[in-house]
Structures are given as structure tokens and as C-alpha cells.
């Protein structure tokens, strides 16, 4: 059984930075596709970046492109997410996912697996 559980999520003001960790165990494993997503009050749950295992490939949504970066440590079983330049609006609830298809999908309904989800807030 896939388990992801999610930690770094905090408060922090525009402009600065944090980054969200999702330790995995379970089964994960180089087919797998890893995914950020988030979630607002009152707003769908939206794709933020996605790597596959090995990490060779990434994928980001427009919003966070270039402020942000997806890795993974293999030995630690871990996926990061890397938020700088944090914004009001990047507030809500992160979600890691998982899925054992090696397709990069935006797509919240594609991935198997989920977290508990961390809350970030950004002040303005």
C-alpha cells in the first residue's frame, strides 16, 4: 500500500519561500509518476508540477513555472517541492499524489494515490 505524507507547509509573506517535502513508502517505484497539487477554499484541486521517478523529466503548471521546482532524493524516497517567490494566491492546501503510469497528467482524477495534504499561507 502506496503512503505519502506531506510536511513543510507553514505561513510565510509574499516573496519568500518554502519548500514542501512528501516522504513515500509502500510500493513507489521508477514507473511512477510523483505530482504537487493544491487546493483553495472554494476552488477545485489545481495541478502545480509533476516529475517522474528517476526525475529526468518535470512538468509545471504556468502559474508556478519558473518560481518553482519539483525533485526527488531516490535514497530518501522523497519528492520536494521548492516554492520561491510565493505569492497570496499560491495559498491553500498542497497534495502530494502518485501514480503508476509514467505520464506526466495534470489531471487530479489520474493519480492513485494521495497525501493528507500541508497548509501553506502566504501573507501579503
Known amino acids: 500500500q502506496v503512503q505519502l505524507v506531506e510536511s513543510g507547509g507553514g505561513l510565510v509573506q509574499a516573496g519568500g519561500s518554502l519548500r514542501l517535502s512528501c516522504i513515500t513508502s509502500?510500493?513507489?517505484?521508477?514507473?511512477?509518476?510523483m505530482a504537487w497539487f493544491r487546493q483553495a477554499p472554494g476552488k477545485e484541486r489545481e495541478f502545480v508540477a509533476a516529475?517522474?521517478?528517476?526525475?529526468?523529466?518535470?512538468r509545471y503548471a504556468d502559474s508556478v513555472k519558473g518560481r518553482w521546482t519539483i525533485s526527488k532524493d531516490n535514497a530518501e524516497n522523497t519528492v520536494f517541492l521548492q516554492m520561491n517567490s510565493l505569492k497570496p494566491e499560491d495559498t491553500a492546501v498542497y497534495y502530494c499524489?502518485?501514480?503508476?503510469?509514467?505520464?506526466?497528467?495534470?489531471?487530479?482524477?489520474?493519480?492513485?494515490?494521495w497525501g493528507q495534504g500541508t497548509q501553506v499561507t502566504v501573507s501579503s
Open positions: 499524489a502518485a501514480d503508476p503510469v509514467a505520464v506526466l497528467s495534470s489531471n487530479a482524477y489520474e493519480y492513485d494515490y
Open positions: 516529475t517522474t521517478w528517476t526525475g529526468t523529466s518535470t
Open positions: 509502500g510500493g513507489p517505484a521508477s514507473d511512477y509518476v
